[in-house]
């Protein structure tokens, strides 16, 4: 207790006695939302690193839980098992394929060059090293893994594109500027003959397409697909 210049004794006040008894910051705990989220990028960075490199079969728990620096209950808090592991980077390498939700997806004057942009996007997200990885990664693990596919072809949604390109080719159809009776199929035909050589070219021949060839590639892609529509003859039954 201090004492004042007469001696008496002054009073301590209450803010001070808070002050005095204010124990030190606290320590440990729960991670916060940020350092949650930190963790989980890391666990799936060093996951998408070793399942790209070593495969599915060979990437095991204890590697991942290594090269993320955590330890495998850490792992297990998070994840169930490798299977939704790979789900997760799965889903994660896709989103980052997927164009920006501000880059507009149907510009252009007229069908041919709606469908040619919408090639030249759809190409950048199926030759980017990260979907060549996951796509050499399906072949290579396929046979062993059949469930794989099934998670890329359900976080792929592949659905919607061939949805949009079905609208539009529908939408001309009904204007009767196509002859069409198909347009989902003629949709997925599109989207195969966009992607398979120019992936093909990357993954297995090891030459990839040089960007000029790219625009050729995708202008005479769509310019066949387009002439091919023009002329439909419905097949007999």
């Known amino acids: 207790m201090m004492r004042s210049r007469s001696g008496a004794a002054a009073p301590r006040t209450r803010a001070g006695a808070k002050a005095t008894a204010a124990p030190a910051s606290r320590r440990g705990g729960r991670p916060s939302r940020a350092e949650a989220e930190q963790l989980g990028e890391r666990i799936l960075d060093a996951a998408t690193a070793l399942f790209f490199t070593l495969g599915y079969g060979a990437t095991t728990i204890e590697a991942v839980a290594g090269r993320a620096r955590i330890s495998k209950r850490t792992f297990y808090h998070r994840f169930d098992d490798k299977a939704a592991l790979f789900s997760a980077v799965v889903h994660r390498t896709i989103a980052r394929l997927r164009p920006p939700a501000d880059v507009p997806l149907l510009e252009g004057a007229n069908l041919q060059e709606i469908l040619q942009r919408l090639a030249g996007l759809i190409l950048r997200g199926a030759l980017s090293p990260p979907a060549l990885a996951l796509h050499r990664l399906i072949v290579a693990e396929s046979a062993r893994f059949p469930k794989l596919v099934a998670v890329v072809t359900e976080e792929a949604r592949a659905e919607e594109a061939v949805g949009l390109i079905?609208?539009?080719?529908?939408?001309?159809?009904?204007?009767?500027?196509?002859?069409?009776?198909?347009?989902?199929?003629?949709?997925?035909?599109?989207?195969?003959?966009?992607?398979?050589?120019?992936?093909?070219?990357?993954?297995?021949?090891?030459?990839?397409?040089?960007?000029?060839?790219?625009?050729?590639?995708?202008?005479?892609?769509?310019?066949?697909?387009?002439?091919?529509?023009?002329?439909?003859?419905?097949?007999?039954?």
Do not use: Y
């Open 166 to 237: 079905a609208g539009l080719l529908e939408r001309e159809a009904r204007a009767r500027r196509l002859r069409l009776d198909a347009p989902v199929f003629a949709a997925q035909l599109f989207l195969h003959m966009v992607i398979s050589w120019p992936q093909r070219r990357a993954v297995v021949l090891g030459t990839p397409m040089t960007p000029v060839e790219l625009d050729a590639w995708t202008r005479d892609v769509c310019n066949l697909f387009l002439n091919g529509c023009r002329g439909w003859m419905p097949a007999k039954a």
